[in-house]
């Protein structure tokens, strides 16, 4: 990836589309500092984040950027129940004044990705990849964050599923005033999420404006 830069407002969506191989996932995991940058900047409310290196810094960093990934088969743990999936992040970012007020959490936040309390009592392989995809996207709400970064996160999913998880996006954003980064080769789903998009090709933006000028 070279030369990739954008800015990107609360209860905005950018997207950023292009060919599998493209540079799409490299940028979208710089951001969340899975990968470190080679150089350049990553600035979150005008600090630079990209150097960050105690753990301090780095927990207050993923407590404000999350990450929803492709496949809901694999990203969440098999040996936990979803109760334990969503409170684990608040214990360990001291999230919650004790484990029932976690669970009362962790329920509402099922409630707000459409899933019955029940849920929380059951492991992954009991739910269907749509349902498991709004386990993930509870997960990351956990931690109360201002930027998610969706990477391919409804590729896997079958048509009609994809359209009630990206309208279920589309809410919580209203609701909570997220800014996405929307990772996807597919341009209808862009076009549908994105209110700005990057068109990469060999690790380099080909094209930056507005979704209807794309």
Known sequence: VDNVSFDIAAGEVLGL???SGCGKSTTGMTVVKLLDPTSG???LG???VAGLRSRTELAAFRRDVQIVFQNPFESLNPRFTVGQTLTEPMVIHGIGSGDNDRSERARA???KVGLPDNALHKYPHE???GQRQRIAIARCLTLEPEV???DEAVSALDVSVQAQVLNLLKDLQDELGLAYIFISHDLA?????AD???VMKDGEVVEQARVEQI
């Open 127 to 129: 739910f269907s990849g």
């Open 196 to 198: 700005e998009v990057l």
């Open 46 to 48: 005008g600090s630079d």
């Open 109 to 111: 936040l099922l409630a």
């Open 41 to 43: 900047t990553i600035r």
């Open 17 to 19: 589309a292009g060919e």
């Open 148 to 150: 998610l970064v969706l």
């Open 189 to 193: 789903v862009v076009r549908f999420m």
